[in-house]
């Protein structure tokens, strides 16, 4: 047998030329790769949340008193997956068997195609499976699959409380979602691209900073669509049971959770990739397989100010949570994609120079924004102060309406 | 080379099978032993009774359908966004008409109450 | 036959074949599903006629807007009715406005002088014409407004149809 030279043969395939054959095992492989990232992730992932939110609260969260879970329980993940694995998986007697069973598969499934358009790094390490021209449409458009799932999983379950969970958790998703658009729009009009090599490329000054106000927007939104605190009444744990996943058990519950923090995780690293730059950071031109890491501890902190929220929040009902959606995020999210448009073209139309200069005038909008909208709730609240005063004191309305 | 789009509905697939893998493990690995009272639908412990019945809320569906329309506006903005930096003032004055008109109903009805969840 | 006819033919098979399924359903619920799946078929061969921003559309916007609004429709009045209750008083008059409809979609379409080949290639970057052909003036400006005024409609009528009295 002829000697083959294995290293510049699998040079060649990841070039682009090659046999057919090795060039696709190598992109089997590294779907296979990327797919595994948020997986990984998440085991890491919920094992620091529940510390951190444990910290948070003035409690210690798991620990390994007595249990062969490591110091400091870093492995009580992986003991919990184990255990739910071995779990009976219970089908409830009237429930309809196939869709019952493909609602926690398609859960899971979602949320780890995501990852098909999520660059962990610059193109010259080439850390993303593909890079599609609308790479943010397709984030919103594999997200839209999310409420079937919930859907799936109530209606089949033939249970009262999980059908009401499904409905409700089904609401808020599609409503969030339109906030989520609006605000993912404005760092697509600014790098003029839906791809996201592309966004992270143009964020010269990333856009967390032009137009805090979008980014604001867009991690509320996005809050409600993983289904974190506040608006967390899908899972509604003292309330509805488990709200569309009561009925299920073992691994199949397992996968509702696992798919919860999967995406929560990849709403992170997208907010990350939008709003704080992806990859970039100091040396990355130089070193560029710095750029997962950057990426990664701004994804990690972004997760971490989730888990504060979580920690700290109580949880708003679903007329509440609607409320806020129709009658301030959507406006919010309306108002400000306009304004940053407007203000964008009126300054390219006076000359102003890209870069800082741009992301100043851009902050000032976002700035005028916010505290027009500071300054209408609190009119609005003295109104209603008002309202409410004269309401209680009728025999001061004559007087003023004389005066 | 392979095509791009190849590779989006490879990766698809690995999704799926992501998806399905931990359901067969967790088949192989649970004990099946179905019984009676595991079989019946969850009542914090109580048994149902009656059909499984919820109340008839038009309201999911009208929030699903403000849903859809503003769906098919941000749609439209998608390719617009695109072109942005090609166009002049006189198309962002055109978008703002566009969402300011769906922003104009969303208003109104905020303001005759029919936003309101029961 | 090269490999994207194969994959056409698949998909279209799936989503017609998916579509007959819808029809032919025992639980409406059931049939909601494999119209997704039929849904699904369509935006698979979006991808084929290179168009990744159209199938992406018909994903977000067919099946997470209006799959999901049937389905919720489906769930709510589903109540309403008895399990299998028989909803079609007279078949033979449904049966024939459905083949004369079906009668004039084929001889519309037979009518219409289709091409055998593609004859438009691809533009790069047709999105951004797109885009920048929705505002034109001299373009589609005038559909591009009306859209809007469409789902204003949508939304006010709809609201007001189901407010609380």
């Known amino acids: 047998m002829a000697d083959v030279d294995v290293i510049a043969?699998?040079?060649?395939?990841?070039?682009?030329?090659?046999?057919?054959?090795?060039?696709?095992?190598?992109?089997?492989?590294?779907?296979?790769?990327?797919?595994?990232?948020?997986?990984?992730?998440?085991?890491f992932l919920i094992w620091e949340s529940r510390k951190v939110i444990a910290r948070m609260q003035d409690r210690l969260g798991p620990t390994n008193a007595g249990t062969p879970a490591g110091p400091w329980a870093i492995f009580q993940t992986?003991?919990?997956?184990?255990?739910?694995?071995?779990?009976?998986?219970?089908?409830?007697?009237?429930?309809?068997?196939?869709?019952?069973i493909i609602a926690p598969v398609l859960v899971v499934a979602v949320a780890i195609a995501m990852w098909a358009v999520i660059p962990l790094g610059p193109p010259e390490t080439g850390l993303q499976v593909v890079d599609l021209e609308i790479g943010a449409f397709y984030v919103v458009a594999i997200g839209s699959l999310a409420p079937f799932s919930m859907i799936m999983a109530g209606w089949s379950s033939r249970n009262k409380y999980a059908d009401v969970g499904a409905f409700r958790a089904v609401s808020q998703i599609i409503g969030y979602e339109i906030p989520q658009i609006m605000s993912l729009l404005v760092p697509v009009l600014l790098a003029g691209s839906m791809s996201l090599q592309e966004i992270v490329a143009s964020q010269d000054v990333a856009y967390a900073i032009s137009v805090p106000l979008v980014a604001l927007v867009y991690f509320l939104a996005m809050l409600a669509e993983v289904g974190k605190l506040p608006f967390e009444l899908a899972e509604a744990d003292s309330e509805l049971v488990a709200g569309y996943f009561t009925e299920y058990s073992g691994m199949m519950f397992g996968a509702f959770y696992l798919g919860e923090f999967i995406n929560a995780f990849t709403g992170s690293v997208v907010f990350?990739?939008?709003?704080?730059?992806?990859?970039?950071?100091?040396?990355?031109?130089?070193?560029?397989?710095?750029?997962?890491?950057?990426?990664?501890?701004?994804?990690?902190?972004?997760?971490?100010?989730?888990?504060l929220f979580w920690a700290s929040m109580p949880r708003l009902r679903i007329d509440q949570v609607l409320a806020f959606n129709w009658k301030a995020l959507?406006?919010?999210?309306?108002?400000?994609?306009?304004?940053?448009?407007?203000?964008?073209?009126?300054?390219?139309?006076?000359?102003?120079?890209?870069?800082?200069?741009?992301?100043?005038?851009?902050?000032?909008?976002?700035?005028?924004?916010?505290?027009?909208?500071?300054?209408?709730?609190?009119?609005?609240?003295?109104?209603?102060?008002?309202?409410?005063?004269?309401?209680?004191?009728?025999?001061?309305?004559?007087?003023?309406?004389?005066? | 080379m392979i095509h791009p789009y190849a590779l989006v509905g490879l990766f698809l697939l690995v999704a799926a099978i992501f998806g399905v893998a931990p359901q067969l493990?967790?088949?192989?690995?649970?004990?099946?032993?179905?019984?009676?009272?595991?079989?019946?639908?969850?009542?914090?412990?109580?048994?149902?009774?009656?059909?499984?019945w919820i109340e008839f809320k038009p309201q999911y569906y009208l929030f699903g359908l403000a849903f859809v329309a503003f769906d098919v506006e941000a749609a439209f903005l998608f390719p617009w966004a695109l072109a942005y930096h090609q166009l002049a003032l006189y198309a962002v004055v055109e978008a703002i008409l566009f969402v300011g008109l769906l922003g104009f109903g969303l208003i109104y009805v905020w303001r005759k109450g029919w936003l309101t969840w029961m | 036959m090269s490999l994207s006819v194969v994959l056409f033919l698949v998909f279209a098979v799936l989503a017609i074949g998916a579509a007959i399924r819808v029809v032919f359903c025992h639980r409406i619920f059931h049939g909601a599903m494999w119209l997704i799946v039929s849904f699904f078929g369509v935006a698979a061969i979006y991808m084929l006629l290179e168009s990744p921003f159209l199938a992406g559309i018909q994903l977000f916007i067919y099946i997470g807007g209006v799959a999901v609004l049937t389905v919720i429709a489906i769930m709510v009045t589903k109540r309403v009715m008895a399990p299998n209750q028989r909803t079609l008083n007279d078949p033979v008059s449904a049966g024939i406005v459905a083949l004369a409809l079906f009668g004039v979609m084929v001889w519309m379409i037979l009518s219409l002088p289709l091409p055998m080949a593609p004859t438009a290639p691809v533009i790069e970057g047709g999105l951004e014409l797109l885009g920048a052909a929705l505002v034109d003036p001299q373009g589609f400006l005038l559909p591009f407004e009306v859209v809007s005024v469409m789902m204003l409609v949508v939304l006010v009528a709809s609201l007001y149809l189901g407010r609380e009295r």
Do not use: C
């Not at chain 1, 030329?17 to 595994?36: D, E, I, S, T």
């Open chain 2, 25 to 52: 493990i967790a088949w192989y690995l649970s004990p099946k032993k179905p019984s009676h009272r595991k079989l019946q639908a969850y009542e914090s412990g109580n048994p149902t009774f009656g059909e499984t």
């Open chain 1, 330 to 403: 959507v406006p919010m999210g309306l108002v400000v994609f306009l304004v940053v448009a407007l203000t964008d073209k009126l300054m390219w139309r006076a000359g102003v120079p890209e870069g800082w200069a741009r992301a100043a005038g851009l902050l000032l909008s976002n700035v005028v924004v916010g505290g027009a909208t500071a300054l209408l709730l609190v009119w609005y609240k003295r109104r209603l102060m008002r309202r409410r005063a004269a309401r209680f004191a009728p025999a001061a309305v004559p007087a003023k309406a004389e005066a």
């Open chain 1, 78 to 100: 992986v003991a919990d997956a184990i255990k739910i694995l071995t779990k009976e998986l219970i089908i409830p007697e009237g429930a309809d068997k196939v869709v019952f």
């Open chain 1, 272 to 307: 990350s990739l939008l709003f704080l730059g992806g990859w970039r950071g100091p040396f990355v031109d130089v070193v560029p397989w710095l750029g997962p890491v950057y990426l990664l501890v701004k994804a990690f902190l972004v997760f971490n100010v989730m888990n």
């Open chain 1, 9 to 43: 043969v699998l040079q060649e395939a990841i070039a682009g030329g090659g046999p057919l054959w090795l060039q696709v095992l190598l992109r089997v492989a590294g779907a296979f790769g990327m797919a595994l990232v948020p997986l990984v992730s998440v085991v």
